[in-house]
């Protein structure tokens, strides 16, 4: 993101910065995210789920990934979408709807997130991320994703609070 706040420090990929004494962390090599709200023909949710060392286990998410990282300042959040969810998952989607912007963690970053709906998907390769990831990819029925969910978690794996905001607008979307 664009900040104009008093760089404090700086590392490879973040930046710390105090607005008005609010100290708080800016991506230095991206202009937001995208997270990937996708579900197949099968009624399946894809989800990802890889090891994050910040919290020292694997964490289960929606498929996501920074807009402009691969050093492209001109893309678009849905061109965006679509190279992460084929990146991430293997699938490509046939329509990419962006519907609703908001901040990640607005105490903490000036990082916005940006939820895309991705339908008609078609398998174009095995996913699991780039070079530098390890990711497993899920695609779990939507009628047994609390069950599903809940092993994990039992299992040690901690889950992303915004599959369950994906989860609301899914449940919302198909009531309209």
């Known amino acids: 993101m664009s900040n104009t706040g008093t760089c404090l420090g700086a590392g490879r990929y973040l930046g710390l910065y105090e607005t008005d004494g609010w100290e708080y ?3 230095e090599n991206a202009s937001g995210v995208v997270v990937l709200v996708a579900v197949n023909d099968a009624g399946e949710l894809l989800l990802v789920e890889q090891f994050r060392p910040p919290v020292g286990k694997p964490v289960i998410e929606l498929p996501a990934g920074l807009v402009g990282d691969l050093h492209d300042p001109a893309e678009g959040l849905l061109q965006a979408a679509q190279r992460e969810l084929l990146e991430e998952t293997g699938y490509a989607a046939g329509h990419l709807e962006l519907f609703m ?11 916005v997130i940006s939820f895309v709906m991705a339908s008609k998907l078609q398998k174009l390769g095995p996913g699991g991320g780039d070079a530098s990831e390890d990711i497993a990819v899920h695609a779990v029925a939507l009628a047994d994703i609390d069950q599903w969910l809940s092993v994990r978690q039992k299992h040690g794996a901690l889950l992303d609070p915004k599959i369950y905001s994906a989860l609301y607008w899914l449940s919302q979307h198909r009531c309209r």
């Open 25 to 27: 962390v800016s991506r």
């Open 101 to 111: 912007s908001c901040p990640s963690s607005a105490g903490l970053t000036d990082e």
